[in-house]
């Protein structure tokens, strides 16, 4: 056994139900470095960090720490083993500040007096300080900046006595600024002889700071390479992939009129800070624009100001040659803007509510379907019943909650209210996320039968090869910016793959 | 493997059964039963003379309608916010508020024929109740503070001012230091049916439980609710705006408590008293449970809680306190929430 890992992984296979999360993950982290697990959404990198951890237990595969073959049952065995992990999403309870925080869970003594208190604040500090993460350990943390949070993360850990410690994603909270602080914490603890392994989607910081960089996709690991010895490009085609399937094939060109056009747009995403850059985008008639990117680069705040769900702050939108005033619901259904939005049962169904009632949400104004106030109930009814058998959705009754329905058939149904708006757009947010293969297949041919009706799509997707399948132009979203676009007849993953890291088209980094 | 059970949650559980409701009632009625074998009487008789007392005799009959009528009214209003997730608990301030408006029109309108007074104070009884909802809806939707809190709040408010204006200034001069109003005159009284007790407000509130049961199933302001309360997020993705829908709905819940508010004045005590409601807004929340805030159901629960109230009156004969009343409803409601929860547990036999 090699003494000089710290950390080593065998043949770990992890499986949710039907899904394969990690597939014979072989991984080996030396001590003192700095590792970075690079890959998509969904590769599998939060899930070996989880199993590292003891959030997860691996269904089957070994793991070893300094050699010696480890059991982690739970966050507590880690810790005991000195892993210490920090999330993606803050384990801290805002109210304590941010010492209470560190001490939380430490079984002694019972009785907390002040004078114990200011021990443990000053013995926190003094770490801190070793490891020059300064940060105010008497406030409470809500009072904190992200970035501070962070560091009382880490120091958690350190004070756990951790000597392997996991960032996931640490960076996606960060400001910049903050994260090139992270770097240098990094390096530092590198440099005080302890491990450590971040995860992230990020190719300018992986180059940055690590010293080896592994590579995951599709729940397997492809590689691991030395950054001395690689370069963006080689990263970004691993992370990527090169298998290219041929796009579908469409009967007709896009027109040459414009559908939509958004100019110089500035949005404010739920952390207060720009979610959409100076982005402009032109969409034009019968055409399939994907919008590719990491999840958190904007595609959300994109598709709810289209939906008119969100407003934005500087900017303009033209949509059939009318310029919207504000974002309003109402007038972007009217206007013929239809959206299936990311998640379907949060915002898109009501679970406890039949196929009628559900059909009915975006159409129920109408003059079709109700008069004077009421509902036109026999005839809601006889049309539901309609949609549900040319949609071929599988229920038990039109009546039947749709939560009972299978992934695959409530987006059907989903689809079938949309396509029924007869939309001149449909913004598709993660169309087929969570559906099995044929599902795929029937929303992407859905997605094409509208295309050729001449009707157009804004498809924002993560996933790679939907986008190309389906696409007639790719638009990579990276920090709320098109980083850059392809057509479908240049499409180049590698290209796309350095686009959603953050390095465009002319080699320059954002 | 061992063999043997495990207990699960099952998160979709679909909502209780119908019988949960009667197995409810049912172990209610056991539990108090203890309690009344402790008190050394034998509950069958009890519960005898209870429902005889309840059901059994016209007189009876008539005064278990009587007390179903505000359970009726305020049971309906709190249904309403009920549906989209709005927890009024203040059904009884909101009944004391236009309890208050109505008499308070008496008081500074006297002297009107019937066909000037009674639609009046209906009217003051709705806008008073009402107000009381708005107090609640408006700091919930533009502070974003917690209806429950507010709503049960201003329940004291209303009661501390019934309690100021019985002792104080609208206190009836002739009465002996009473806590309570001049009495009504007949112009000021809701009509009676023959020389019993019931009175017209058991129209008014059948009215407006098939208004509501109408409005609800088949308008498109009843299609919203529904989806409001079914997944607020994907109402606001349909455009519908859940802020005027809370507004309205709690002016609409507070005003029908406020009619019966004004009902109970009018039509039952016929003057304005201290200790007016003995907390008709807070049984109507079992009401509505019971009934699933079905408007139909609320008029059989409202019924049967009336029976209740009106029968522990009557055991009162034999030696018990009539809070053995409050006893049953009290338990019911308990068993009724246990039974929604224990519904979604699964037991699964491991394998």
């Given at each position: ?14 499986q949710f139900g039907t899904v394969?999360a ?33 959030v997860y237990r ?282 299936v939005p990311e998640n379907r049962m949060k915002s898109g169904l009501a679970g406890s509510l039949g196929s009628v009632d559900n059909l009915l949400v ?15 109930t026999?005839?809601n009814r006889?049309?539901s019943q309609?949609?549900v058998?040319?949609f071929?959705v599988k229920t038990a009754h039109i009546d039947a909650p749709v939560h009972q329905m299978s992934g695959g058939n409530q987006q059907k149904l989903l689809f079938a209210r ?12 993660h169309?087929?996320q969570g559906l099995d293969?044929?599902a ?71 | 493997m061992k063999l043997g059970y495990r207990v699960e949650i099952d998160p979709s559980g679909k909502d209780s059964p119908w019988w949960v409701t009667v197995m409810a009632v049912v172990l209610a009625f056991g539990l ?43 049971g309906l209003?709190v249904s309403l916010a009920y549906r989209i997730q709005v927890w009024n608990i ?56 917690n209806e429950l ?63 509501a049961a109408?409005?609800v199933k088949?308008?498109?302001?009843g299609y919203e609710l529904r989806l409001i309360g079914a997944n607020p997020e994907a109402a606001r993705h349909a455009?519908i705006?859940i802020?005027?829908h809370v507004?309205?709905v709690?002016?609409?819940s ?28 807070y049984t109507a929340i079992i009401v509505a449970w019971i009934a699933r805030l079905n408007p139909f159901g609320i008029v059989v629960s409202a019924?049967l809680f ?22 049953l409803q009290g338990s019911v409601l308990f068993f009724l929430i246990a039974g929604s929860i224990l519904g979604k547990v699964r037991l699964r036999r491991t394998v």
């Amino acid at each position: 056994m090699d003494d000089t890992l710290s950390v080593e992984l065998r043949g770990l296979v992890k499986q949710f139900g039907t899904v394969l999360a990690n597939d014979h993950v072989d991984f080996a982290v030396r001590q003192g470095e700095i590792h970075a697990l690079l890959g998509e959404n969904g590769a599998g990198k939060s899930t070996v960090m989880c199993m590292l951890s003891g959030v997860y237990r691996p269904t089957s595969g070994e793991i070893y720490l300094h050699g010696q073959l480890a059991k982690i049952h739970s966050p507590k065995d880690a810790m005991r083993l000195k892993v210490g992990m920090v999330f993606q999403n803050f384990r801290l309870v805002p109210t304590l500040t941010a010492a209470e925080n560190i001490v939380l869970g430490e079984s002694r003594p019972i009785w907390r007096t002040k004078g114990w208190m200011a021990k443990k604040t000053a013995e926190i500090e003094a770490l801190a300080t070793r490891f020059g993460l300064g940060f105010p350990a008497g406030r409470a943390i809500w009072q904190l900046s992200v970035g501070e949070q962070q560091r009382v993360e880490i120091v958690k850990t350190l004070y756990r006595g951790a000597d392997l410690i996991i960032l996931d994603e640490p960076t996606s909270v960060l400001t910049p600024g903050e994260a090139d602080q992270l770097f240098e914490t990094l390096r530092r603890l590198r440099d005080e002889g302890k491990t450590v392994i971040l995860t992230t989607h990020k190719l300018k910081e992986v180059m940055a700071v690590a010293d080896r960089i592994s590579v995951m996709r599709k729940g397997k690991m492809l590689a691991t390479l030395d950054k001395s010895a690689t370069d963006e490009r080689e990263v970004a085609r691993l992370m990527v992939g090169q298998d290219r399937k041929e796009p579908r094939p469409r009967q007709n060109r896009p027109g040459g009129e414009t559908l939509l056009w958004i100019k110089d747009l500035v949005v404010i995403g739920d952390h207060g800070r720009h979610a959409l850059d100076q982005f402009s985008l032109k969409v034009k008639v019968g055409e399939i624009v994907g919008i590719a990117g990491v999840a958190g680069n904007g595609q959300k705040e994109l598709a709810e100001v289209l939906a008119g769900l969100r407003s934005w702050k500087t900017g303009t939108i033209t949509f059939r040659d009318h310029l919207w005033k504000g974002a309003s619901v109402r007038h972007s259904i009217e206007s013929g803007i239809s959206h299936v939005p990311e998640n379907r049962m949060k915002s898109g169904l009501a679970g406890s509510l039949g196929s009628v009632d559900n059909l009915l949400v975006k159409s129920y104004r109408s003059s079709e379907r109700s008069k004077l106030g009421f509902l036109k109930t026999g005839k809601n009814r006889l049309w539901s019943q309609n949609l549900v058998e040319q949609f071929d959705v599988k229920t038990a009754h039109i009546d039947a909650p749709v939560h009972q329905m299978s992934g695959g058939n409530q987006q059907k149904l989903l689809f079938a209210r949309e396509i029924h708006q007869r939309p001149h757009l449909m913004v598709a947010v993660h169309p087929t996320q969570g559906l099995d293969v044929g599902a795929t297949d029937g929303v992407h041919n859905l997605l094409m039968a509208l295309r050729d009706e001449g009707k157009s799509v804004l498809l924002i997707s993560e996933d790679l090869d939907e986008l190309l399948l389906l696409s007639d132009r790719t638009v990579v979203l990276f920090g709320g910016r098109a980083m850059g676009e392809v057509t479908h007849e240049t499409a180049d993953r590698e290209q796309l793959g350095m686009m959603m890291a953050g390095v465009s088209a002319s080699g320059e980094s954002l | 493997m061992k063999l043997g059970y495990r207990v699960e949650i099952d998160p979709s559980g679909k909502d209780s059964p119908w019988w949960v409701t009667v197995m409810a009632v049912v172990l209610a009625f056991g539990l108090v039963a203890v309690f009344i074998l402790v008190t050394g009487k034998n509950p069958v008789t009890v519960y005898t003379k209870m429902l005889g007392g309840a059901f059994a005799t016209p007189f009876g009959l008539t005064e278990t309608l009587v007390k179903a009528i505000p359970l009726m009214l305020c049971g309906l209003g709190v249904s309403l916010a009920y549906r989209i997730q709005v927890w009024n608990i203040g059904a009884e301030g909101q009944f004391l508020a236009g309890a208050m408006a109505a008499t308070a029109v008496t008081i500074y309108l006297p002297g009107q024929p019937a066909w000037i007074s009674l639609p009046v104070m209906l009217l003051a009884g709705l806008a008073a109740g009402g107000l009381w909802g708005l107090f609640t809806a408006l700091p919930k939707v533009f502070f974003n503070v917690n209806e429950l809190i507010i709503s049960l709040m201003l329940n004291y408010i209303a009661i501390l001012g019934l309690n100021y204006v019985v002792f104080g200034p609208w206190k009836d001069p002739k009465g002996f230091n009473f806590p309570g109003t001049p009495p009504f005159t007949d112009a000021q009284t809701l009509p009676a049916f023959g020389d019993t007790r019931l009175h017209f407000g058991l129209i008014l509130a059948l009215v407006a439980v098939v208004l509501a049961a109408v409005a609800v199933k088949y308008t498109r302001w009843g299609y919203e609710l529904r989806l409001i309360g079914a997944n607020p997020e994907a109402a606001r993705h349909a455009g519908i705006n859940i802020r005027r829908h809370v507004i309205f709905v709690m002016l609409l819940s507070g005003g029908l408590a406020g009619l019966a508010g004004m009902a109970e004045v009018s039509g039952v005590a016929h003057r304005l008293l201290y200790g007016i409601s003995p907390g008709y807004g807070y049984t109507a929340i079992i009401v509505a449970w019971i009934a699933r805030l079905n408007p139909f159901g609320i008029v059989v629960s409202a019924v049967l809680f009336g029976g209740l109230i009106a029968g522990g009156y009557s055991v009162q004969t034999l030696g018990l306190p009539s809070s053995i009343s409050s006893l049953l409803q009290g338990s019911v409601l308990f068993f009724l929430i246990a039974g929604s929860i224990l519904g979604k547990v699964r037991l699964r036999r491991t394998v």
